[in-house]
């Protein structure tokens, strides 16, 4: 007890505040409809986020990395395609299964890659590189499928997102925490997620300490391309077809989530706790929405009215610090 | 008359965009000489007009320093809530169209303008904000459905043309009045860059916004006069879009963004700020169309299309990225 | 000399509890050239702050040509014609030259229009004034720093500034360009204007103001005509200590740590040769430009030498990158912190590690016990003033930082420490730990080398100076032999033999 007490004391405020937001959504939501807490419900949650949390974590990255990846739903699309292809032509065997997996991720890489290539080599800002990317790999998956969805994916490979431990936990969840461990490992307790976070913080101090920038940047892309085609193995065992425009609404979802999860779009800090807490809240609402029966079109409003709202929030609180220091304490 | 051919002036941004252009151009002929006929000029100006619109509001907003990606949300939720308007309340006037659909414009300007010159959010993701926000909006009210049913003397108008002539294949083929907004807001737009203290002043808070709030420009000021003029601009594009369109549609402007973002950047305005014409970005907008417009013509599959339309834009944003490095690391004088 | 133009009495202003003006006196008339001296953090910056409107002063009285000022702001200052020029000139790279210069003027009279042509026409009227010679219509951005200096400068006299102010004019500019710019002031002196030169370094100022005023801790110590003043007066007065102390003279002097032959980078610095032993500390100074700063860019990698030999403990090395500089130990402390050598946001802990990050990495993962560890010593040794490692670097002094800047370099060991102007922006009592520690390296046989442009710096602790100029290795001396009025006299001989040539 003491130990939670004191692990509670020690993390900052934003993460206590969005611990609070996401206890405060599951009672209103208990309280309004008990179907909440079904274990449908969490079940279906559980199936839900991993989807688009793993994006985050790449988002997490590059902005981190005083930059950002509008790219992440095309790098996505097109490695689930590519995976869906090389099954699909092998006839769906176990082997093809894994070979698709290790393409998509390679092509993930790859795409990070030029993306990397692009902002640290060429120094050409980064919204610009990964918003016209993104239609540049959106565009090679159009031309993969020639159009329609690849539909018939064997249920080996739908396992993955849609099977689970003894019907409760399922792989991709746990999947997801795998890489929210991993990434909290990386950003914390490796020298690359440490130099990444000095080059967020002033690039020119880094490069004069000796850190490589470039080096750091095309790692960075190069990981968040990964963590995109991972989620795209995901989306597209979970609904056991591979489109090329699927998902278009998580680009501005994980810029939200990762706003409000703490990371500061001027670089150089965030942590994996924080966007977790993110992730897991805008499920919840994202859930709470179904029930009660928003359509996915009142989700896109929302969705931007909260962006908007938090950064709103966080630029009040910034402007007057101690005033908000006096009161939380 | 010395200098107008000199090599400083032959290998400007603009010029090189033109050089390009022809060589399109040419090759597209080649290969469709049905390509060199006034109707090919009505038709790519027709493709054109709306893209111009935004290219010109969003070159302006760059210039400054900023950025917009909502346009295409805002000018979908000006349409749509227009028409609607209209069609409940059986109002069936043009001027009424126009200004119901500015004066949304107008409030979605005023929101971009408070988040981005009041609170001071970073413009891209303030506008992917009021972007989600409008186009949620939007399609909520409209379930995404399209209204095909336009106000009769609203809807006139797209039946209205400035020249038409008979094209190869016998039919008819039209200059629609509408050409005239853009034509007319290029030249009001360079107009007011090169010759009104308030476009020297956009450029120098792109220039340098600290400099300019020394020399004593009101930078918020400027900021909120370039955003809700933007959002004008893009009501009335939006309802300019349904009118040639005869219908109005809640999504189908979606995705605009990027083009128009990479128009202008091929056109010479660097994305950092502070650099931009009207003659570059109309180039650039000339430039993107042909492109679209006629990749099946070059033998481009239409599942190609948008990867090479994408392949296009990253080589020609990469090409005036680096000349501007190249320009701001050749020695000084 | 004229009439009294700006008079100041009893100047006070605090914020927030600090005062950073005591009751502070200036005078200056039409037509003089005075130079406004002290340390950073004596009050210099506040104090032209009040004079141009920014700030309004708690107490004390302003008379701007024999009128008193009661609440005045900026603009204001502006139309009583006061003119700031600021380190950073605040010019638009995006415009041209012509309308950097114009602007202001059509900003003042409120107009509405862009007139192309008479922005021309006053730009070259401004341009003729003063003597420069630039092409109008050339954005800013390809100009040269001097050049863009002279672009304020034009903006400013055209307001038809009364009162001149130039704050640390000297700092980025060449030989050459520092005797443009005093042939301009020259020129606006007699004119009536007055000026004011807001410095720290008086060799330079010596040939242009008429009278002095320094400032400490935000009072008054010493005013006069400049030819009262010799450079121990000048330093007594802007440091409070006697500047008669200890020199670096080292116990002994061990095996050889460095040595250039005949290094060369075409257009930075030609045929440069000395050699660093185990005890030496070399101090390298020269005007700007002179290649005292290319040298450590050199050394460290940032802009590599094309030919010639750097030979480290005996073998011959080559350093083309910055990678290689640090493979080789060599550690550089850049001379601006601010941006070039400081992580703002980040602890003082994650400060101290920056460049060693990779030493704590043991186990699988990044050790932060050691880390916190490391960095607490380095509190300790070098008595960073610091609750502990945790808070955020910006929330220290100048001094302080500095400190952690060198502790980051002192944890990965270096072979050889390259300073340059360590000491700028510190406060004496830092200035002497930060000393004391380079000798104490010096003693251990890392090799030292500081530039800077504080002569009595380079004087007192360094035992070989190299004076520079023009790109090449001008005098090498002892310590020993010289004074800082010696090198005072070289440099400013160097001034005028350069803008002979």
Known sequence: ?329 | MKGIFSKKNMTTNEMFVVYIILALSLLIGLVNPAFFALSTVFGTARSMLITSIFALCEMVIIISGGIDVSFPAVASFCLYFTVSIMNNFHIDSVVFAFVCASLFGLVWGMLNAVLIGKFKIPALIATLGTSSLANGATLVYSGGREISNIPNSVDALSQKFLFSVANATGGKSALTVFIILPIVLCFFMHWVLKHTMLGREIYAIGGDANAARIAGINVMKTQFIIYMAAGVLTGIAGISNTILMRNANPSNLMGAEMMVIAAVVIGGTRITGGHGTVVGTVLGVLLITLVSNNLIMLGVPNYWQTFAVGLIIVIGTSITSLRAKKIALSPKL | MGEVFLELKEIKKSFGGVHALKGVNLTVKKGEVHCLAGENGCGKSTLIKVISGVHAADEGEVYIDGNLLKGFGPIDAIRLGVQVIYQDFAVFPNLTVAENIAMNHALQTGKKFMDWKESREIALKAMKQIGAHMDPDVLVERLSVANKQMVAICRAILEDAKLLILDEPTTALTANEVEKLFAIIENLKSKGIAIVIVTHKMEEVYGIADRLTILRNGANVATGDIKDFDRPTFVKYMTGRDIVEANYRPTEIGDEVLRLEHLSRKNSFDDVSFSLNKGDVLGITGLLGSGRGEIADALFGIAPAYSGKIILHGKQISIKSIDDAINHKFAYVPEDRLTQGLFLERSIADNTIAASITDYFKGGKLQYGAMTQAAETWIKDINIVAPSSEPLIKTLSGGNQQKVVIAKWLNTHPDLLILNGPTVGVDIGAKADIHKILHQLAATGVGIIIISDDLSELVQNCNKIIVMSGGSVAVELNSSETSESMLSAMLNGKVEQEAAK
């Open chain 1, 1 to 329: 007890m003491e130990k939670l007490k004191k692990s509670l004391k020690n993390c900052d405020k934003n993460t206590v505040t969005l611990l609070g937001i996401a206890v405060g959504i599951v009672v209103i939501m208990a309280m309004i409809t008990p179907d909440f807490l079904q274990g449908s419900n969490i079940s279906s949650m559980a199936f839900q986020f991993p989807e688009f949390g793993i994006l985050c974590f790449g988002m997490m990255f590059c902005m981190i990395a005083d930059g950002i990846d509008l790219s992440l739903v095309g790098t996505a699309n097109l490695s689930g395609i590519v995976a869906a292809v090389i099954i699909m032509s092998m006839g769906g065997s176990p082997v093809s299964i894994i070979i698709a997996i290790i393409a998509a991720i390679l092509v993930g890489a790859l795409c990070g890659l030029v993306n990397g290539y692009l902002i640290g080599q060429l120094q050409i800002p980064a919204m610009l590189v990964t918003l016209c990317g993104g239609q540049l790999y959106t565009g090679l998956g159009v031309a993969i499928t020639k159009g329609p969805a690849i539909t018939g994916l064997p249920d080996s490979l739908q396992k993955i997102g849609n099977g689970s431990i003894g019907g409760l936990i399922p792989y991709s969840s746990i999947i997801f925490v795998a890489i929210a461990v991993g990434m909290n490992f990386i950003l914390k307790y490796t020298v690359f997620g440490k130099q990444l976070c000095f080059m967020g913080s002033n690039a020119t101090a880094s490069r004069y300490a000796g850190i490589n920038n470039l080096r750091i940047t095309l790692l960075t892309y190069m990981l968040s391309g990964i963590l995109a085609a991972v989620a795209g193995i995901i989306i597209i065992s979970h609904y056991g077809s591979a489109k090329s425009d699927y998902g278009t609404s998580y680009t501005l979802l994980t810029l939200l989530i990762v706003v409000l999860g703490g990371v500061a779009p001027s670089g150089g800090r965030g942590k994996v706790l924080g966007v977790a807490l993110a992730i897991v809240i805008l499920q919840l609402i994202s859930s709470a929405f179904n029930i009660l029966r928003f359509d996915s079109f009142f989700k896109t409003l929302v969705w931007g009215l909260l962006l908007i709202v938090v950064m709103v929030a966080k630029a009040i609180i910034q402007a007057h610090p101690i005033k908000f220091r006096r009161k939380l304490s």
